[in-house]
């Protein structure tokens, strides 16, 4: 069958894909077609009739958005007809329309307005319209954006986006005629509707109808430049566009580009309007010099002096295995790749770590067993292809956004069936047919019982297993007892659930597994990850497009930080520090003799603190008072150190702990790469200027590595992604000038490489060539519920916040949307304990505890407890437990035991 058509349009040829419309055709070559009402993400509706067009043999004009190419096809789109035509309806949309673009901040960016001058429209024509706003505008309480029905064209762009691409139809038309305006359900206040404040509805008008609040009156379209970048919060790595004001130099507003990749032009509320962190008067901006107790500023050379002569003298009395370093997920991969180097070559040790061990490092332990590659192995594009979608322990359309209502537009469309695996009743819930709403810790328990059923009806894929694997037979006889009734008992799901959504799973011709943390952060993470690794060899899932095990990172750059060697037993692209030929390779290249053994991880690092035999420590853009377990712990071997560096955008919970702090600057203020979530090397781009004297993470550790006696120089980010290149395999393609317009995912192998969209096609990156079958079973978590502490508390984030709060809780709007946190309680525990909406709970654990308002919800089962981290009013990890999976060292965030009281009970 021919999937492709030709057709002629003004006296050019074109073919295009079969299903490509006639607008799609003309823009393919360069013919400008008006359009008012189209955006590439939405289904076409014709409804601003400006791209009307004649085909030759029909009787009457063509919208050109709505009707399908089709071969032969002779097409004219500018006859004097039509020309006619337009600038008729423009005039007519122009009367109902508030002429202000002298002092619209949409001037310069307007289809509107470029038509109106196209086409020499006679703005008096018609009489105006007033346009009449008897009822409340839906935006009038909103921080994040307004809207003016006065300047709406009604193209319905908004209200598509958010029914069709966002999935959550937060608003809609309402009343007649030249009346209608756009509003939510009922008229009612859009924070008190369903909208998530992703923006998509600013995004996508085409006039100045819907802006985004902080940017009005900063200047006009045409008085901004748009800089090019990639977001700075989870892993999904959305381009986006930061928009610099020419008088000012000031980062006005964020917008998207539809097309772009990963996002398409898609982003959430923290990527479209958490960035004003960026100008925050809050910033650090000189050195601070802890004496007495109380910060004062010093200058840079007073500062790294004092940093260097500390580091230097406690390296010289207690050797260098006394030092560490935490290197940052928030960086770029060329600060991360400095930074571990540092710590290496001019402390002397193999003690880097970072938060990645927190959130992802038993996927990196899981995967690298099953399949060589501890990486996402499919591409994001291919998610929304796959046949079944198995989501578990991930809240996807909170924490990667992006991604998650890729996955509601899948379910919704009918063309991927969803299935939910989660302790608490998340968003895609709704979107699945089948929710498996599982005890928190008893991940293996479900997934070994989904793999006992594919085995007992034979729907596993003996070719791919006898082919492609090893271990097969040795997994199958452990999981023989490991029946859905067996984990009905542990994890809480009906059996027939469990086989349903087994069949469902192995049924698929392409089925894509989704997790993250709510699979990683447990004692038993790597058992978990090598689980669901079981189940897709088991079916075949493994090294083709659609399919695959696909961990989402946590953080921007989490992926990149791993990949650039920010851990303690492997240099940059996995390379092992114990394996003789790759640290002779990196000594040689580093002209210094490196350590032997591992080093120690964040945890490990700690303990040493507290027991006083870790001595120094230098901290880069990690905050591990809100984000690590058990955070009194924490703070005491924090306390202990001899010498304390951080080096962060602002004066965080840790930072004030420190002895020294440099100021550093923003993802808005430096050039680099981050790799996301899919393995994806994307540009990084300075579009503002650092405040006051604060300074870029590598020249800052390039300085203190000189001063402690180590030779450490670069003219550019960009010299160091060549070395980086040099040293790193999987990065060997990686080059700036090849990642201008959409990054590469490695494996990139050298300058000719293409990338890989998705891994393991012929072979598993394993020394044979074969994935392997791993035997797990259920091991319960470290810390169960009991007559004292009844509850099980699970931890996570929430689609507003990120991390520690240290970037969003400076956003005027995500901090106006969720300004505290709340502990979710069910009903019936609620009842128990006599606790009401509105109330304020004393939540304790054998570590601590905390005061916080209380949600009661459904969304949790009985029995279970959730909280978000983010807030140091109310710190969730005061009371988690630092209890480590043996392999990975990841902590066990998602359950601990806890007791929930009425506040006022407890005083």
């Known amino acids: ?79 004097p007809e039509i020309r006619k035509l337009r600038k008729t309806v423009l005039e007519l949309t122009i ?38 706003v008897t009822t409340m505008n839906y935006t009038a309480r909103e921080k994040a954006f307004v809207y003016d029905p006065s300047k709406c064209i009604r193209c319905g762009r908004c209200v598509k986006i958010c029914a069709e691409v966002q999935g959550i139809h937060a608003i809609t038309f309402m009343k007649r005629s030249y009346e209608v305006m756009v509003t939510t359900g009922f008229n009612e206040p859009l924070k008190t509707t369903v909208c998530e404040t992703c923006g998509q509805c ?146 002397g040790t193999n003690n880097i770590d970072h ?50 209502i890729t996955i509601r537009q899948a379910a919704d469309s009918g063309s991927s069936t969803v299935i939910v695996a989660d302790p608490r009743k998340i968003s895609l819930t709704s979107n699945a047919a089948i929710h498996l709403q599982h005890r928190p810790g008893t991940d293996t328990a479900l997934i070994n019982a989904m793999i006992h059923v594919i085995l007992e009806e034979g729907l596993e894929d003996r070719g791919f297993i006898e082919e492609r694997t090893e271990g097969f037979d040795e997994m199958a006889e452990t999981l023989a007892s490991h029946t859905p009734e067996f984990a009905e008992k542990i994890c809480g799901v009906p059996a027939e659930d469990i086989r349903r959504a087994a069949r469902i799973f192995a049924g698929a011709e392409t089925a894509s597994i989704i997790y993250s943390m709510g699979i990683t952060q447990h004692t038993t993470g790597t058992d ?10 088991l079916t075949g899932n493994v090294g083709k497009m659609n399919a695959g095990v696909n961990p989402l990172r946590g953080q921007n750059n989490v992926q990149g930080a791993c990949d650039m060697g920010g851990l303690p ?16 390779k990196f000594s040689r290249a580093w002209g210094v003799e490196l350590p032997e053994e591992p080093g120690l991880t964040v945890v490990e690092i700690m303990n040493q603190a507290s027991e006083g035999t870790m001595k120094g420590l230098l901290i880069v853009g990690e905050n591990p008072m809100l984000s690590d377990p058990d955070i009194t712990h924490v703070e005491q071997g924090l306390r202990n150190l001899d010498f304390l560096v951080v080096q962060d955008l602002f004066l965080t919970e840790t930072a004030e702990l420190a002895d020294v702090v440099l100021p550093a600057a923003s993802f808005a203020e430096k050039e680099g790469t981050f790799t996301n ?70 494996p990139c192998r050298d300058r000719n490489h293409p990338g890989t969209p998705y891994l393991h096609k012929d072979r598993f990156s394993r020394p044979n060539g074969k994935g392997k ?62 606790i009401v909406r509105g109330d304020t709970v004393a939540v304790s654990s054998r570590r601590g505890m905390i005061h916080v308002p209380v949600n009661i919800t459904e969304k949790v089962r009985k029995g279970t407890v959730f909280m978000a981290f983010h807030f140091h009013e109310h710190p969730a990890n005061a009371l988690t437990i630092a209890a480590l999976d043996p392999i990975a060292k990841i902590p066990e965030f998602k359950a601990c035991a806890v007791k929930v009281e009425s506040f006022a009970e407890k005083e």
């Open 528 to 537: 978990n990850v090598l689980a669901l690794a079981n189940l897709a060899l």
């Open 202 to 347: 600013v995004g996508t008008c085409p006039t100045g109808a819907l802006y985004p609040k902080a940017a009005k009156q900063k200047g006009r379209a045409k008085d901004l430049e748009k800089i090019r970048t990639t977001c700075v919060y989870c892993g999904v790595g959305c381009q986006l566009d930061l928009n610099i004001s020419r008088k000012t130099g000031e980062l006005v507003m964020v917008s998207t580009e539809p097309g772009s990749i990963p996002n398409d032009g898609n982003t959430c509320v923290k990527g479209r309007f958490g960035y004003d962190f960026v100008h925050s008067p809050k910033r650090l901006t000189k050195p601070l010099i802890k004496e007495q107790g109380k910060f004062r500023e010093a200058e840079w050379d007073e500062a790294l002096d004092l940093v260097a002569r500390r580091f230097t003298e406690l390296r010289s009395e207690f050797g260098p295995h006394a030092l560490a370093g935490f290197t940052s997920a928030r960086a770029t991969n060329e600060e991360n790749y400095v930074i571990q180097k540092f710590v290496r070559s001019a402390m």
């Open 773 to 834: 079958f791993h035997p797990v079973t259920y091991i319960q978590p470290r810390e169960m519920p009991d007559e004292e502490y009844p509850l099980i508390l699970t931890t996570g984030r929430m689609l507003q916040h990120w991390h520690t709060g240290t970037m969003t809780r400076k956003s005027i709007v995500l901090d106006d949307l969720v300004p505290h946190g709340a502990l979710e309680l069910h009903p019936e525990d609620a009842e128990a304990r006599g």
């Open 1 to 79: 069958m021919n999937s492709t058509v030709t057709l002629t349009i003004d006296n050019q040829t074109v073919t295009v894909e079969k299903g490509k419309t006639i607008l799609d055709a003309a823009m393919q070559i360069g013919i400008d077609i008006p359009h008012l009402c189209k955006d590439d993400r939405l289904t076409p509706t014709g409804a601003c009739r400006l791209c009307l067009v004649e085909v030759e043999g029909r009787p009457k004009l063509q919208t050109s958005c709505s009707t399908p190419a089709e071969p032969g096809m002779v097409v004219h789109s500018e006859t």
């Open 677 to 746: 979530t899919e393995r994806r090397v994307q540009r990084v781009r300075k579009a503002v200027t650092a405040p006051g004297e604060a300074r870029l993470d590598w020249e800052i550790i390039c300085d203190l590595s000189r001063r402690m006696g180590y030779d450490m120089h670069y003219a550019s980010a960009e010299e160091i992604m060549e070395e980086i290149a040099f040293l790193t395999p999987i990065y060997g393609g990686i080059f700036y000038d090849r990642l201008e317009k959409v990054g590469l995912q490695w």
């Open 355 to 404: 938060c990645a061990r927190l959130c992802h490092a038993s996927t990196v332990t899981g995967l690298a067993r099953a399949f060589g590659s501890g990486a996402m192995t499919n591409s994001i594009k291919e998610i929304k292809q796959a046949e079944v979608i198995f989501v578990i322990g991930s809240n996807t359309t909170e924490n990667h956004p992006v991604i998650g």
């Open 95 to 132: 009367a109902e329309h508030r002429l202000s673009c002298t002092t619209c901040d949409k001037d310069g960016d307007c289809l509107l307005q470029d038509y109106a001058y196209r086409y020499h429209i006679n703005e008096h024509k018609y009489p105006s319209l007033e346009h009449k």
């Open 569 to 584: 037993d492997v240099y940059s692209g996995y390379q092992k520090v114990a394996d003789p030929s790759a640290r002779e």
